[in-house]
């Protein structure tokens, strides 16, 4: 048998995202495909981890993380989400959320079960399952508030399915899942005895007086619940890759292990750098994340509305999805690069979000950029054909 790749290798493209991001520095373009967040990293941050790699503190952490940060990271969940979690034995640091979510389908599913996830997905999750032999099915919501019917979620259960993912807020919708909406998918997974993987990664990123609401504190979703999280978005960090996953100790015992397996650990210094932001950073920072990406939000809509690219204005997240269906093009590629040429803007085709037909008229575009490149995005948007 001649030398090939293994059929998991064959099975995962590139991201469409990563795809843009070098088609838009070949051209000095404005990369609002991928959501690099370039926004400043909090001063507090950045020195205690440049103080930690002059300390010396460049060697391996726990396979779980650096005490500090894992005391620091269930405070936190603590203070906002409501969840108590034991530092020791609950939080596992990883590899960004993307690494947390890894581990916790390699160490909970089996090739074969299937996980229900919502589209518009979050590629990752998808490539994640695909990679471990687990089989993803999807149900629909609808623009423009992303609703999803009962009858959709019911109709794609079977005796296969293991778990359901819930992204809130969403990527690359922006949706913000309700009390309500959490209380039905809460009532499944316990009546079907599934997991739930949550990813929480825009938590702060809420917008119109909207409040993230943690699926875990609901009746009987601690024990199921695979809380995932980063401080990427939070703390602008997203080269750092520091995430983590909270679950309850049957579950996060098993995982580290795997987590040191893949991983090893996450760079000591900048574990030690995010948990002095979180010992320090006043409550008035994170409330003040809203306000602002709300603003960004504002203004990116507003001139993707002007430009003739209607956008589904989210509810949370830094990301919007905007209808490129008058731009030329055969499919939501071509479109994508038409906007690039035409503009310099590099957006996302909703293809990477998308198994159909709705994903060659939609786009995702990032306004999580500092206000420069921001209104400069816009000031292109209006000028544009």
Request: with cysteine; glycine share 8%; aromatic share 8%.
């Amino acid at each position: 048998m001649p030398l090939q790749s293994s059929h998991r290798a064959a099975a995962i493209q590139p991201s469409p995202i990563r795809t843009m991001t070098v088609e838009c520095a070949a051209v000095g373009g404005i990369n609002l495909a991928q959501g690099v967040c370039d926004t400043p990293v909090p001063e507090v941050v950045r020195r205690a981890a440049a103080d930690a790699l002059a300390a010396g503190e460049n060697t391996y952490s726990r396979f779980d993380g650096r005490e500090e940060l894992r005391r620091a990271l269930a405070a936190k969940m603590r203070r906002d989400n409501g969840l108590d979690y034991d530092p020791d034995g609950e939080v596992v640091v990883s590899v960004g959320a993307t690494g947390a979510f890894y581990i916790a389908a390699l160490g909970l599913l089996e090739p074969g079960d299937e996980v229900i996830l919502f589209e518009p997905y979050y590629g990752y999750h998808v490539n994640t399952l695909i990679s471990l032999d687990i089989v993803p099915v999807y149900v629909p919501m609808s623009a423009p508030d992303w609703s999803f019917s009962d009858e959709d979620l019911e109709a794609v259960i079977s005796d296969r399915t293991r778990a359901i993912v819930v992204n809130t807020p969403g990527n690359p919708s922006g949706k913000v899942f309700s009390p309500e909406e959490l209380r039905r998918i809460a009532a499944l997974a316990v009546r079907h005895d599934w997991f739930l993987f949550t990813d929480e990664v825009y938590e702060h990123f809420v917008f119109d007086g909207r409040t993230h609401l943690s699926p875990a504190t609901l009746p009987g979703m601690r024990e199921r619940t695979i809380t995932i999280n980063a401080l990427s978005k939070t703390f602008a960090i997203t080269g750092w890759r520091l995430g983590w996953l909270a679950a309850d100790e049957r579950w996060a015992t098993q995982l580290a292990p795997l987590n040191d397996l893949v991983y090893v650990c996450p760079p000591t210094p900048l574990q030690l750098g995010a948990a002095r932001g979180l010992d320090v950073l006043p409550v008035d920072y994170y409330r003040g994340i809203g306000v602002e990406f709300q603003a960004k939000r504002d203004q990116l809509c507003s001139a993707l509305e002007r430009a003739g690219l209607p956008p589904c204005v989210p509810e949370g997240s830094y990301f919007a999805l905007a209808d490129m269906s008058r731009l030329p093009g055969a499919d939501g590629e071509a479109r994508a690069m038409h906007l690039l040429a035409e503009s310099g803007l590099a957006t996302v085709p909703g293809t990477a979000f998308y198994r159909g037909a709705e994903g060659h008229r939609l786009a995702r575009f990032c306004f999580g950029k500092t206000d420069d490149d921001l209104d400069e995005a816009c000031r292109r948007l209006l000028e544009l054909g």
